[in-house]
C-alpha cells in the first residue's frame, strides 16, 4: 500500500474533437511488478480476459479514429487456401496487400480482425482505405444476393480473385462500426490457429 498517495480511480481517454471516454476502474489502480513466471507456466484466465479487454480498446480506438472508406468482410475459400489455417492465410494475405500498394501505388491502410467460425474457418472483418475506386465494382442483380446488391455493397474483384468472396459497406456510423468490429475480439480455444 502506498501511504499518502491516491491512486487513480478513473481515467480519460481522448479520440476526438468533442469525443472523450471516461473510464472507471473497479477498483483503484496501484503501480505494481507482475508476478515472475516459470518457463512454460500457463496464463491465469484473469490474465486472458484483461489481455483481450486491453485489445478491444485499441482496435475501438484505431478504428474510431481514422477515417476509412469501407467496412471489409472478406472470406477464405477452401479452393485457394486451408481456411482452418490463419497462419497460412494472414502471411500470403498481408504480403498480397504490400504487393498490392506497390503495383497500384495506392495509400493502402487497414485494420482487419479475424473471426473463427463454429466449424473452426477463418474469415476477417475490418476497415480499409486507399483502395483506387477503379479497383471496386457493384454486385450484379441475378448474379449476386440481392441485399449485396440494394444495400450497395461493393466488390473487389482482385481480392475475391486470390482469396475468396469480400464485400464492402460504406461506414454510415463511425461509432457504431467500430464497436461492432470489436466484437470479433474473442479468445479462441487452445489448439486453434
Not at 473497479?26 to 503501480?31: A, D, G, H, V
Not at 477452401?78 to 482452418?84: F, I, L, T
Amino acid at each position: 500500500m502506498m501511504s499518502g498517495v491516491q491512486a487513480p480511480r478513473y481515467s480519460v481517454k481522448f479520440y476526438q474533437e468533442d469525443v472523450y471516454k471516461l473510464i472507471r476502474f473497479k477498483r483503484t489502480l496501484f503501480p505494481h511488478l507482475p508476478p515472475k513466471r516459470e518457463s512454460g507456466e500457463s496464463v491465469p484466465e484473469e490474465k486472458l480476459s484483461q489481455a483481450i479487454c486491453r485489445a478491444k480498446s485499441v482496435i475501438y480506438q484505431v478504428a474510431f479514429c481514422n477515417d476509412w472508406d469501407y467496412f471489409f468482410t472478406g472470406t477464405i475459400s477452401p479452393d485457394k487456401y486451408n481456411r482452418y489455417h490463419l497462419a497460412d492465410f494472414y502471411k500470403s494475405f498481408i504480403q498480397w496487400l504490400r504487393d498490392y500498394r506497390k503495383k497500384y501505388g495506392c495509400d493502402l491502410k487497414y485494420l482487419f480482425v479475424p473471426e473463427l467460425h463454429e466449424d473452426g474457418a477463418w474469415h476477417i472483418h475490418g476497415f480499409v482505405r486507399g483502395i483506387p475506386e477503379e479497383q471496386l465494382c457493384p454486385f450484379i442483380r441475378g448474379l449476386h444476393p440481392r441485399d449485396l446488391v440494394d444495400e450497395g455493397f461493393l466488390n473487389w474483384p482482385e481480392y475475391q480473385k486470390k482469396f475468396g468472396f469480400c464485400s464492402l459497406a460504406q461506414i454510415k456510423d463511425p461509432e457504431r462500426a467500430a464497436g461492432y468490429l470489436t466484437k470479433y475480439c474473442r479468445r479462441t480455444w487452445p489448439g486453434r490457429q
